[in-house]
C-alpha cells in the first residue's frame, strides 16, 4: 500500500519485482533486498519530480509491502545443449548467436525505418496546406488512437483501468492528450489519398488476397473465421493499408534525406 499527506492509499496487489531489472522508483528495490517470505515492510519513499503518476510525483509517500514469494532465476549455461534446446535447428550455439544478431540488426533497422519515416510526416504536414479540420472527425481520429492504445495495452496482457491507473489519468484526459497525434493522423492521411490519386496506385487481387489469407490464418478455422469477421470490412481495410503502403514508399523513393551534422 502507498499513503501520504493529501494521498488516496492505493494498494497494488501481486507485483512482481526482479531486483536490478524492474524499473521501479529509483530506491525501491533496495528496500526489499534481505526480505523472506511472508515479512512486511515500511518505509519511506521519494517519488522523482518526473514521475508518470502525477499525483506522486516529487513526494515522499509511505510504502508498506509484504513478500509473497521469492525466487532466485537460475542461467543457464551458454552452450550447444541451450541452443538446441530453443529449436532444433540451433545446432550450435554459435548459429543461435549468429540469429540473434541477426534479429538485432533487423531491428535496429525497424526503429530507424520508423524514425526516418515519422520525420517524413511531420515535413510533409509542415509544407503542405490543409482546410479546417471538422470536429467529428478529430474526435473520431482521437478516439480510434485511444481505441489502439487500449488494444496494445490488454494485448499485452494489461488492464486497462489498471494502466490509467498506473499513469495517473482518466480516459477523457488521456483521449485530449492525443489530439495532436490524431490531427497528424488526420492530415497525412489525407496527403497519402491525395498521393493515391494522383499517381494512380492500385492493388491487385492477389495482393489483396494474400494481405487477407495472413489476417485469416489468426483463426483457428474457416468457419471460426466467417463467424467472427465482417469479410467485406475486411477487404476493405485491407485494400486501404496497401494502398498507403505503396504511397509511403512512393515518397521514400522521391524524398532525399539530407544529413545535418
Known sequence: GITGDGLKE?????????????????????QLIGLKQGESKSFQQLFPKDYHNSKFAGRVASVTVTIHSVWSI??????????????????????????????????????????QEQEMIRALIAISEFSPLAQELQDHARQGLLQQLRLDVEGRGGEWN?????IGKQEEELKKELALQAEEKIKFEALLTTIIQKEKLAVSSHELEDEANKV??????????????????????????LLNEKAIEYLRKNIVYKSIS
Do not use: C, W
Open 162 to 166: 489498471a494502466y490509467l491507473r498506473t
Open 74 to 115: 537460475q542461467l543457464p549455461a551458454l552452450d550447444d545443449a541451450f541452443a538446441q534446446s530453443l529449436n532444433k535447428k540451433f545446432s550450435t550455439f554459435a548459429l543461435l548467436q549468429e540469429e540473434l544478431k541477426k534479429n538485432l540488426q533487423l531491428e535496429q533497422e525497424a526503429i530507424e525505418h520508423n524514425r
Open 216 to 241: 485469416l490464418q489468426m483463426y483457428g478455422s474457416v468457419r471460426h473465421a466467417k463467424k467472427s469477421i465482417d469479410f467485406p470490412r475486411l477487404l476493405a481495410h485491407v485494400r486501404q493499408r
Open 10 to 30: 492505493e494498494r497494488r496487489e501481486r507485483q512482481t519485482v526482479v531486483v536490478g531489472e524492474t524499473a521501479l522508483v529509483p530506491g525501491f528495490e533496495e
